[in-house]
């Protein structure tokens, strides 16, 4: 019974990780499509070989442009695959624009669709990936949540309870199964690190890094935190080009922080269990710091991840320079290593989705 598993940009490579393995050990067959929405080999190839995922067995080479154009464009590529191959079932993960476009394709093919991470809501209609994760949610057929929160923003859309299914967090199994590996590397000591004597810093979000107003705000607080702990800062593409077009790296008030490529997973893995603290506006990262116990200061003014919130190590403290340093400060000088793990986040959701995807094709 051959399934298609679709994946495009980085966020998504650790959620397919344990679900080749899993669906094939109940003798579902995953063709695996990556759609190329993201093709740097350090956004990419990088993690399907740390990860061990197999090559995937197409890749479309979308790469950049508009969303409206990247969207149309992976929708069309998936069309003639979908039609060659005829999958039983479309498997998507998490909201990229990869995400809603194969779910469309699929939707309008009328072949069943699966989203792993559904649910998530932040309830901010200018985040690109909240649309995403609405219009892919309304268009599946299982829905697999990873927090409780899931069931009721579902609900509230008027998604049949049977369809929902509370399976745990795949991109923990991921991180679960590589920890001990991450820890062996020591990425810390490359950068001349000491465990617990550097915080680690990530920023994407088009809110912040588009905004140069916004992005000043957060690295005059970075700045701030560099006098007192090194501050590492492995760059994603879109934050480097905007901080080079605003000139933001020369100013004497702003810089601070040691700027990195963006790392791979182990090394990214390893650097964030040891930070004395997170800073991030990832959504992906206030999960794995909630796994890890590490404090995370979530750099958004709304998260669709409540659970790392209530339960985990999560503070949303925004983009003003003020807030973000009243947060650090409120951090303990100790900082807990506490966190509570959220239901399910044990390793075995990949199984789950896989047992529950099993039953309901050859039913
Ligand atoms: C995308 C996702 C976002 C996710 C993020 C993780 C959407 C709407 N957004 O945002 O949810 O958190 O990935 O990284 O799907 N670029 C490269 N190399 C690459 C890929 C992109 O240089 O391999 C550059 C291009 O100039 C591109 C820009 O980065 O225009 C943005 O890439 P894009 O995939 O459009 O969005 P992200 O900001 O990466």
């Given at each position: ?56 067995d ?9 969303h409206?154009?990247?969207?149309s ?16 079932a ?21 072949i ?21 994760r ?110 080079e ?74 983009w003003r320079?003020d ?21 399910m ?19």
């Amino acid at each position: 019974m051959s399934i298609s598993l679709i994946a495009g940009a980085r966020p998504n490579f650790m959620k397919i990780a344990p679900l080749v393995p899993a669906f094939r050990a109940v003798g579902l067959t995953p063709r695996l499509i990556h759609t190329g929405q993201h093709y740097d080999r350090r956004m990419s190839d990088t993690f399907f070989e740390e990860l061990e995922i197999p090559e995937p067995d197409v890749n479309l080479g979308v790469g950049s442009g508009s969303h409206v154009w990247q969207i149309s464009e992976v929708m069309r590529r998936l069309e003639s695959d979908f039609i060659e191959h005829r999958p039983a079932a479309v498997v998507v993960v998490g909201d990229v624009n990869s995400t809603l476009a194969a779910a469309i394709a699929a939707n309008k093919l009328r072949i069943p669709v699966a989203h792993v991470e559904a649910g998530l809501r932040s309830f901010d209609r200018a985040m690109p990936e909240e649309n995403n994760r609405i219009m892919t949610d309304a268009i599946s057929d299982w829905l697999f949540i990873s927090e409780p929160s899931g069931r009721e923003n579902l609900a509230r859309e008027g998604v049949a309870e049977s369809r929902i299914h509370l399976v745990g967090n795949v991109m923990i199994d991921t991180l679960l199964r590589h920890l001990e590996r991450a820890r062996g590397q020591r990425a810390w000591l490359q950068f001349g690190l000491e465990p617990r004597q550097y915080v680690v810093l990530t920023l994407h979000r088009p809110s912040n890094v588009d905004d140069p107003r916004r992005l000043e705000s957060i690295l005059r607080a970075v700045h701030e935190v560099s006098r007192q702990w090194p501050v590492i800062f492995p760059l994603h593409p879109r934050t480097k080009s905007q901080i080079e077009q605003h000139g933001l790296a020369q100013r004497s008030d702003l810089n601070g922080y040691q700027q990195i490529e963006p790392q791979g997973y182990h090394a990214m893995l390893g650097l964030m269990e040891a930070a004395r603290f997170v800073l991030t506006d990832s959504g992906g990262i206030q999960e794995e710091t909630t796994a890890l116990g590490v404090p995370c200061l979530t750099l958004r003014e709304n998260t669709e991840r409540p659970v790392t919130v209530t339960h985990g190590s999560n503070q949303l403290v925004g983009w003003r320079t003020d807030d973000i340093l009243a947060a650090v400060r409120r951090l303990p000088e100790d900082a807990p290593r506490s966190s509570s793990i959220p239901e399910m986040w044990d390793g075995r959701s990949a199984e789950r989705i896989a047992e529950i995807l099993a039953r309901g094709i050859i039913e």
